[in-house]
């Protein structure tokens, strides 16, 4: 496969790009995966995601890990970057936040696997994780544990 090919269509890699105003709107981009016939993971780690509380309008702050396992496409990073800072000013719970963004990324790339942990900071003094996994480990793959602490607070 000749790999300059596979990047030919992205619009956003390798210049300036303005954060997108919402994530309906963010353009998730994909480059066919250059090792297909190989199972992989591949993990993405966000530990500043933002977004904002329906209701009151505060901003919420998670630790989310996306791991997955390609099929025929890989998710370009820079437009999952973009995509994940269009939360900022979007207004849902933690969960729906959480959901969505799985959902899209098995939308857009199709992964044989995908694993999501969304590691809420706590607001009212309660934390709250979200875990969402889809599809079957092929067997052969290491997939390491996501080894975020649990929120301890002073404790």
């Not at 599809?135 to 929120?151: A, E, F, L, R, T």
Request: glycine content about 8%.
């Amino acid at each position: 496969m000749n790999n300059k090919n596979i990047y030919k269509d992205l619009k956003q890699l390798g210049g300036e790009t303005k954060l997108p105003d919402s994530p309906d709107t963010a353009l998730l981009e994909s480059v066919a995966n250059p090792q297909f016939d190989l199972d992989y993971m591949v993990r993405f780690t966000a530990p500043e995601f933002t977004s904002l509380c329906p209701i009151t309008g505060q901003p919420d702050f998670a630790y989310l890990m996306i791991d997955y396992i390609p099929d025929q496409h890989l998710v370009e990073s820079k437009s999952l970057k973009l995509y994940l800072g269009a939360y900022r000013n979007h207004g849902a719970f933690h969960e729906d936040c959480t959901l969505q963004i799985a959902r899209r990324l098995i939308k857009e790339i199709k992964p044989k696997w995908l694993r999501m942990g969304g590691y809420w900071y706590p607001r009212g003094g309660m934390p709250i994780d979200v875990f969402f996994a889809y599809g079957d480990i092929p067997n052969g793959v290491w997939i390491p544990d996501q080894s975020v602490p649990p929120y301890r607070g002073r404790g």
